[in-house]
């Protein structure tokens, strides 16, 4: 991937009382233009209602590209936005603040670094790039509504056959939250994700590595329907966001775009909680909206399934491999965890199956503790198979590859267990459900 120089001599500004910032810029190499930018907003914070974001309208070449949804607040934050595959020579993008597009408190958007990167047709991470998806915004109580609930934040992607020469490529975004999904604190215990991902585009790739059969988009329940939809910006499919759940229709009916390139691989052996890590801001983002929005017990408490604070939590990530059975015989597991000064261990799902984590790939959950416990009260991890047929089967669990808090006000990853990641493996069975994977050094 090759990098464009800095493209600002100084921080640029744009708000209510107007301003333009327009910049050409020329590039060595033809190829998939990402532009990278660090943005601070005056007078927002995603957390708090009427403040939660402003918007930038970005327009390159003269046209109009997409908007740029600035949820970090008032804090510096790294926004990545794809412009289309350029060639060889001058460009142009300009920046205007979009009050339609803005809270109501939100005053100027400050951007404080902004440069291209030129991905090269040659470049492995040119297929995921050139093949994002381009959302087209929300809208179905306000135009543009994304700019205070359920924001897409970023974007990943997986080869599910193995890699590019499987020539099978899926997208997932994480978003802040998810107005009618799954329950928050059920979600946390199923997925050990704070922010919602969902799936929302996949396709096979012709031999150039563009997408061009068996085009898949999530649609009505969750499933796939087949696309038959445009692309833009010089190949991208075009998907509208529809509903309260993350799904999508592949007709354009809102006026703003959101240009997330898919720049980072889910490893084959890691769960998709573990691109919030590599995307750490996204915790911070969906604890501000769920408190935002009234989802939060105050205080926590460790007996109630109600969502608390996020911190309240310790986040658990494992790898899952099924060594006898099949896919359809794999247990759910829950995860128990013992805390110093506690008789009876805490559990995951609270010992309801509804919450359980199935499947026999690896798996991540968040169980939730007594409000203030630190990391090195953690004493103990085990984690237990909940067989829901008779057929026999053998799981091994490996790790944990995670085991933290989140901490402070921005909710940051906090220090990692002691130990951990750990390459710990437990094998379960019906003869043998349950197995302590990680104690304390």
Known sequence: MGKGKELLERPAVVGRGGGVYRHRFAVPDAGEAILNMRIAAA??????????????????EGNYSQHLIVYGGEQETLYQRFLGDIGVGAHEVMFTFSPEGSAQGAQWIRTISMSVDIIERDDPIYIPASNSPLLQGRAEKESYEMRKSDVPMRAFFRYPKGGPTGREIEFFYIYSHLD?????????????????????????????GHVAKNLAFQGRNHAPHGFAGTFDMRGHPVLQSVGFEGMFHDKRVTPYAIGIPALEMLPEDRPEAWMQNVYPETYRTAAWELMREGKVEKPGNPASKALSDPHDYLFLHFGRHLTQGDGKNAPPIEVLVSIRGQDKPFSSTFGDNRWLNAGSEAFATACKLPPGTPVEAVTQIAVRAVPQRRDPFQVEVSGPQAAFFLTGPAYQIGPMAPGVPAESKVVLSRETPQATIWKAV
């Open 43 to 60: 007078g927002t914070h995603w957390g708090k209602a009427g403040q939660e974001a402003g918007t930038l309208r970005v327009e390159f």
């Open 180 to 208: 009618k999904a799954v329950d928050p604190a059920q979600r946390l215990s199923q997925t050990g994700c704070l922010a919602p991902i969902e799936w929302s585009f996949r396709g096979s790739l012709d031999s150039a």
